[in-house]
T-cell receptor, first 115, second 112 residues
Framework: GAVVSQHPSRVICKSGTSVKIECRSL??????MFWYRQFPKQSLMLMAT?????????EQGVEKDKFLINHASLTLSTLTVTSAHPEDSSFYIC???????????FGPGTRLTVT | GQNIDQPTEMTATEGAIVQINCTYQ??????LFWYQQHAGEAPTFLSY????GLEEKGRFSSFLSRSKGYSYLLLKELQMKDSASYLC?????????????FGGGTRLMVKP
């Protein structure tokens, strides 16, 4: 099946710094990718929809200036957490629909810890 | 938007059968998904239902009733490795690009 990768898998950063997370579709093109955040023992919460060649669509309550999304190509979307704070520590997961079927393919996730 | 409810936690015994229920409310239903997620890992696809009825895939089956806004995931011959969270997710016609909305997840603990 289709594969989605994320990099890095784990990152620790200091409060106030910025962190970039990459999401790549390895063997298919994705005009749309989704970014989710998951806090411990909670479900996935959609943060934003990343659209290739246009602006991302953010869910209510998600600050677009804090969570910068860039979808510069059909295989890469990036999420940058700017001026990170400890409360941004979470598991960030991206996904991409295959385009050919109903399935969405999830990346392995990125564990962000802000100290 | 969608409102998706599933039990928070369930416990079952190895070798037994467990049923995890999911109810949803949506204006433009366009498919229901079940995912399995082990701690610290990404969700993995289990099943997809868009028409009423039962879909069977090995030890896992999923049922859908669109008129009742109800689905269940049935796990047979439980194994210890089935201990995980099970996520119900709904796709709505009003959502762009196959976007899914997830329920809170059900943490299943399988005991010997």
């Amino acid at each position: 099946g289709a594969v989605v990768s994320q990099h890095p898998s784990r990152v620790i950063c200091k409060s106030g710094t910025s962190v970039k997370i990459e999401c790549r579709s390895l063997d298919f093109q994705a005009t749309t990718m989704f970014w989710y955040r998951q806090f411990p023992k909670q479900s996935l919460m959609l943060m934003a929809t990343s659209n290739e060649g246009s602006k991302a669509t953010y869910e209510q309550g998600v600050e677009k200036d804090k969570f910068l999304i860039n979808h510069a190509s059909l295989t890469l979307s990036t999420l940058t957490v700017t001026s990170a704070h400890p409360e941004d520590s979470s598991f960030y997961i991206c996904s991409a629909p295959s385009g050919l079927s109903y399935e969405q393919y999830f990346g392995p996730g990125t564990r962000l810890t802000v100290t | 938007g969608q409102n998706i409810d599933q039990p928070t936690e369930m416990t079952a015994t190895e070798g037994a059968i467990v049923q995890i229920n999911c109810t949803y409310q949506t204006s433009g239903f366009n498919g229901l998904f079940w995912y399995q997620q082990h701690a610290g890992e990404a969700p993995t696809f289990l099943s997809y239902n868009v028409l009423d009825g039962l879909e069977e895939k090995g030890r896992f089956s999923s049922f859908l009733s669109r008129s009742k806004g109800y689905s269940y995931l049935l796990l047979k011959e439980l194994q210890m490795k089935d201990s995980a969270s099970y996520l119900c997710a709904v796709r709505d016609l009003g959502n762009a690009g196959n976007m899914l909305t997830f329920g809170g997840g059900t943490r299943l603990m399988v005991k010997p």
